[in-house]
């Protein structure tokens, strides 16, 4: 008390009458070394602004006392307890900026929980020390104006160019993660002007859609609002994906048959990677209170890409068809500017690999052979990609059209992954949420659906008892616009993934290996009929 009270009445005279108190402060406390009273100080206070007001300097004096709720409640409220008997200083205004529910949890060893019964003594609390209480209108601030005029200040994109259906996507992303909070908003814009300054510096030959701009919005804001989510991004960035194996890797608890049933019937969690999304966020309790927003924002991005797909669809076939994952490990990779991993092995490797570069050097090595493998076994492989970053993307002829051929360098915490991937797109109708009793419909039917796909997944069941040692071939049925589109991916595990260029034997390998999965996977492709 005595060193508490001595430093505020230092300061508090300090303030009022330039310096002036100080000795006569220190005399009182060093010779006599007898304990202050707060009636002693809240009269030598009063003394000192009296003077400073009889001067004509000042015509009174504003207090502003913030970040109380920064520390711990019970200390908070300890503070305010000390603070109250200064309040009627004349000449003094004291503003407080203070959550109050911090002071609500401080006054709990005092008064117990909150409950209905006991709401009274809390209230008195601050009745006691408050004399008019104003609540800032944090709901009332204009977030879209804020959003949107902060990324045309930075130049993210002109305002005027953003079409009305991705101004409010954008304005969406926002209120599903950092909300209306200025500061969080302000973080995010600090973020996106940082990783927009580094791109502008560094020559670049891949210029970023719309769509990818949005997507990095989203990521970023996902960073900031809910980095356990991101972290499990980074890992599995095409988060339609999710399943058992992410569950296993980041230990989530398992939802017991009730509860399954029960997010069945929630239109944001009947599939099954927003179940996973569910068990995510039951790690943190912050992110249990948001999982239906966080499933919103997710489904949200998953739209945007879908829209974005069918409309180059339209206008140029699928050349430059992005998917989610590439969307998403591409926006992820950008974050990471912004990021930090708490594993120091971990983050030591993802700056091993720049993926740009890595992919440049894999095309090189394996451009030539694909295409004269693929030829020997009448298939056609093309490329015309402009710019390379975090996919490497060759075209296959199927038909009157063309699939995307991707590859994908994965970074993970033990090893690295070689991807190579192909999607179907629009294999057939989607009439049900069942894929299965979708080959049964007549026009399924009409094109030997079930006959074409039966058969392929027989032929790639035999392609995986030949597959080299840590080489893998996944495949999931994705919906896309009312379609069911069908998705393969070989992954090869390498433990360095420099040696793996300079091995050509391992490369030769696994581009037989990619070349196969693609003759097992010949007869899935569109074929049209009219209804």
């Not at 926002?174 to 791109?199: C, E, F, W």
């Amino acid at each position: 008390m005595k060193t508490t009270a001595k430093t505020a009445l230092k300061t508090g005279s300090n303030m009022v009458a330039g310096g002036i108190a100080n000795e006569a402060i220190d005399e009182l406390f060093t010779d006599t070394e007898q304990e202050i009273s707060l009636n002693s100080l809240h009269q030598e206070l009063q003394t000192q602004i009296s003077i400073s007001i009889e001067k004509g300097s000042k015509k009174g004096f504003l207090f502003f006392i913030d970040d109380l709720d920064r520390i711990n409640p019970p200390v908070a409220v300890q503070i305010l307890e000390l603070l109250k008997n200064i309040f009627d200083l004349e000449h003094c205004i004291f503003i407080l900026a203070i959550d109050y529910d911090v002071v609500v949890k401080g006054l709990e060893p005092k008064f117990g929980k909150k409950t209905q019964e006991n709401e009274r003594e809390f209230r008195s609390f601050f009745e006691k020390i408050i004399q008019l209480p104003f609540t800032m209108p944090v709901g009332q601030y204009q977030v879209n104006n804020l959003i949107l005029n902060g990324l045309n200040s930075l130049s993210y994109f002109d305002n005027s160019e953003i079409p009305e259906k991705e101004k409010e996507e954008i304005v969406e992303i926002s209120n599903l993660t950092v909300g209306s909070n200025p500061r969080a908003i302000k973080r995010l814009l600090n973020s996106l002007s940082l990783v927009k300054n580094i791109s502008r510096s560094v020559a670049n030959e891949h210029k970023l859609t719309l769509v990818e701009e949005i997507i990095n919005i989203g990521v970023f804001s996902i960073q900031i609002s809910y980095p356990y989510v991101h972290k499990v991004l980074e890992r599995y960035p095409d988060f339609t994906q999710w399943n058992s194996e992410v569950i296993e890797e980041f230990k989530l608890d398992i939802i017991d048959k009730e509860k399954k049933e029960q997010l069945e019937k929630s239109e944001f969690f009947n599939d099954e990677w927003e179940q996973v999304l569910y068990q995510i966020c039951q790690k943190d309790k912050f992110l249990s209170n948001r999982a239906m927003s966080i499933s919103r924002l997710l489904n949200l991005i998953n739209n945007i890409i879908e829209r974005y797909t069918k409309e180059v669809e339209k206008s140029n076939g699928e050349t430059d068809v992005i998917s989610l994952e590439e969307a998403m490990r591409s926006a992820i990779e950008v974050s990471s500017v912004t990021s930090y991993s708490d594993n120091e092995e971990e983050a030591a490797q993802i700056k091993e690999i720049h993926r740009s570069s890595y992919l440049k050097s894999l095309r090189g090595k394996i451009y030539n052979n694909l295409i004269n493998t693929a030829k020997e076994n009448d298939i056609e492989i093309d490329y015309i990609q402009k710019g390379v970053r975090s996919v490497l993307r060759f075209r296959v002829k199927k038909g009157d059209g063309w699939d995307g051929l991707h590859f994908e360098l994965v970074i993970g915490s033990k090893y690295y992954l070689i991807k190579a991937g192909f999607q179907v797109w629009h294999y057939i109708k989607s009439v049900t949420n069942d894929f299965q009793k979708n080959l049964d419909t007549e026009l399924a039917q009409k094109v030997n659906a079930r006959e074409r796909y039966e058969s392929a997944m027989q032929n790639v069941e035999i392609l995986k008892t030949k597959l080299p040692e840590k080489t893998e071939i996944r495949h999931w049925i994705q919906t896309n616009y009312g379609d069911n589109s069908v998705c393969f991916r070989i992954e090869k595990q390498i433990n360095d993934a420099w040696a793996f260029l300079e091995d050509d034997e391992a490369l030769d390998t696994f581009v037989k290996n990619v070349v196969d999965l693609l003759v097992a996977t010949k007869e899935i492709k569109v074929i049209d009929v009219k209804d």
